[in-house]
């Protein structure tokens, strides 16, 4: 079984107890699917059973988490091909919203920070996909939401992107191949990531917002289609092929 490169999103702007809550749920003790008992995880975060049930129904509120009809309690998605679609959807939206306002709001020190982790990802890239370059990319779209100076974008998105990371890269079935300088293909798509972020910098130096919204929409792409792929490819290799419906 390969290792995984798995690195730790920071979700600072969520209460504590909500933070841990949410890194146990998506971790790799539970998987698509899985029943959510509020009992067992306060016992486990070592919480009494009110703030737990406090952050279950905030994640029912924002769609992460959902109510089981037939056991009366909660669950994890299935991520499903369209289940990955809907999420993939929303996160483009909400990107292409903040870039598109980040045009309008975004200052010299948003640039430079932009820049410098463009620089970052370039000397990173003979090792990727690893920790490292998974959270200077993090890195790089949280700082460009947080150029928009929206609260809601910035404050949405870090749930949203561990919600993300957990289904795009720490599932077996997203797991990615070898390391670039293993790899020659993945070294392309490497390489490409950093390519398309510095044409993101640049249009948002310029304030281009038609541009810019264009180029994140191509950029996000990418990462959607190919865990959709993956997906999908993972649900043949099951034999439910009834599941399959694309959207």
Known sequence: MPKRRVFEPKIDRTPPNLQKLVRLIFSEAF????????????????????????????????GILLKDE????????????????HLHEYREAVELAAARAACHHRTAADLTTLEGLCDQMQEAAPTAPSARWFELDWQFHQTLVEASGNERF??????????????FYRLPSTMLPAPSREHPLMLTLVQGVIESHRLIVRLLDRRDTNGIVETMRLHLAGLGN??????VKNLLAKGTPGELQIP
């Open 31 to 62: 998987l698509p699917g899985d029943r959510l008992v509020e009992r067992d995880l306060a016992q486990r975060l070592n919480l009494s059973r009110i703030p737990v049930r406090e952050g279950l129904l905030k994640l029912v509120s924002k």
């Open 70 to 85: 037939v056991n009366k309690g909660l669950r994890l998605r299935d991520y499903t091909p369209a289940e990955v679609a």
């Open 154 to 167: 910035i404050n949405d998105f870090d749930l949203l992107m561990f919600e993300c990371n957990y289904v």
């Open 226 to 231: 190919r865990v959709h792929r993956d997906v």
